[in-house]
């Protein structure tokens, strides 16, 4: 039984049908921090179209917003599903028949359409409106105006207010109590960037406040997404939210982003180049639950961090609190490999294998060298009191869906990790 707080409907389009649908004529590209008319839409999306760049933008105008929302939910091509970190683990999680999901997240009518029947909403988290994300797409050569695409990308953006200030984390703290949940899911943090530094720290320690509310015995996974303030991952890192969680899922951008962040060890790697280095990822893993972890002299409950790249997945954890931790790596892989296929089990015909044949452990202390070898794709290694454990992933050739895909990963690790009662 597992339960989250962010949650939307994601409207996935193509960029050019809906700026014909709004009757908006091409114009030159042109970038805005933020939106407020069609006309900014449409010179964003073509800024952003012109350079095959993918970019998410906040839409001001709640009204102008709303029909331009309408008019993409109700075009005949267009899409929707499932929307929001939060949502898209309960919704994973409930393909499990034997589980109940609790959601907390500002859910409207079509939102509760496309949620499985084991998804629970408790009536307080039901609105009115839909909280739509609005993803427009385009392919590679496609023309609007003057402009052609280099390469496929989407633009993403939504006047989401809910979300961004997690209004429904109350709401979903106080069902705890009835509900009884065995796993608490918690996502949704990132949403918080675009609220002034002030409103923000403010809403942060109610959260903490509230997340402090939840039984020490039920255990909790924050599930990570990408953000750009430094000083705000900061403060959830050291001084308040990991500390109260047992779990951490994030993939290679957020892991180089927390070390940046906090000058860790790498820090000076300003990014990746190709497949993340295994030796430098688990050298942050370590780091992170050595320096933040649970401890004899540290008030910090965190014991489990779940990595996942397109290539490989690590599922590191400080001995003693979890079990099964092979099964579960090597479910998330498979989930990775199944849903971007859109298949229901691995097609050998559509996956590659892209990790690295052999690698080391570490780049800052005496490594191990690690070759693969497939008839036991789980890899196991230690470190002072951390254990890691390693697979490859097969990556699916020509994804069909890759949203979410971070979300799916997470739940079908959570579902095969047992958490042992503290």
């Known amino acids: 039984v597992?339960?989250?707080?962010?949650?939307?409907?994601?409207?996935v389009l193509s960029g050019v049908k809906l700026l014909?649908?709004?009757?908006?004529?091409?114009?030159?590209?042109?970038?805005?921090?933020?939106?407020?008319?069609?006309?900014?839409?449409?010179?964003?999306?073509?800024?952003f179209m012109q350079r095959g760049a993918a970019a998410e933008r906040f839409f001001s105008d709640a009204a102008a917003f709303r029909d331009i929302a309408r008019t993409a939910s109700e075009?005949?091509?267009?899409?929707?599903y499932v929307g929001g970190n939060a949502a898209l683990i309960g919704q994973k999680l409930a393909t499990n028949p034997d589980l109940k999901i609790l959601l907390c997240g500002p859910v409207g009518p079509r939102l509760h359409e496309l949620l499985d029947d084991n998804v629970v909403v408790p009536p307080e988290s039901m609105q009115e409106r839909d909280e739509f994300h609005l993803i427009l797409e385009y392919q590679a050569g496609e023309e609007w105006g003057q402009v052609r695409a280099p390469t496929a990308n989407r633009f993403i953006f939504s006047h989401d207010l809910s979300n961004g200030a997690l209004n429904m984390l109350e709401v979903f703290v106080s069902s705890l109590d009835e509900f009884q949940p065995d796993l608490v899911v918690l996502s949704g943090l990132h949403m918080m960037e675009g609220q002034?530094?002030?409103?923000?720290?403010?809403?942060?320690?109610?959260a903490v406040a509230s997340i402090s509310d939840i039984p020490t015995d039920i255990p909790i996974h924050l599930e990570l997404a990408s953000m750009t303030d430094q000083d705000f991952m900061s403060n959830i890192m050291h001084q308040q939210v990991f500390p109260l969680v047992n779990s951490i899922g994030l993939n290679e951008q957020e892991l180089?982003?927390?070390?940046?962040a906090a000058s860790g060890p790498h820090?000076?790697?300003?990014s990746w180049s190709g497949i993340p280095d295994v030796g430098v990822v688990s050298d942050i893993l370590f780091w992170i639950l050595k320096e933040h972890g649970k401890a004899a002299?540290?008030?910090?409950?965190l014991t489990r961090i779940h990595f996942h790249t397109l290539a490989y997945h690590i599922l590191a954890t400080v001995d003693g609190h979890w079990g099964n931790q092979a099964a579960a790596v090597a479910a998330g892989a498979r989930a990775a490999g199944t849903q971007a296929c859109a298949t229901d089990t691995i097609d050998t015909s559509r996956v590659l294998l892209k990790a690295p044949r052999e690698f080391l452990t570490s780049h800052t202390e005496a490594p191990a060298k690690i070759s693969l070898n497939p008839d036991e794709p789980v890899v196991h290694w230690h470190r002072e009191g951390i254990s890691f454990h390693f697979t490859p992933v097969l990556v699916c050739k020509d994804p069909v869906r890759t949203v979410g895909l971070g979300d799916a990963i997470s739940a079908e690790g959570l579902l095969y990790s047992e958490a042992y009662p503290q």
């Open 267 to 270: 820090a000076s790697l300003g």
């Open 75 to 80: 075009h005949p091509a267009a899409q929707l």
């Open 256 to 260: 180089l982003f927390l070390t940046q």
């Open 2 to 11: 597992s339960s989250s707080v962010n949650a939307c409907v994601d409207v």
């Open 297 to 301: 002299e540290r008030a910090s409950d």
């Open 196 to 206: 002034s530094k002030e409103a923000r720290q403010r809403r942060l320690m109610e």
């Open 20 to 47: 014909e649908a709004l009757g908006l004529e091409p114009a030159d590209g042109k970038n805005h921090a933020v939106l407020s008319s069609g006309q900014d839409l449409g010179e964003a999306f073509t800024h």
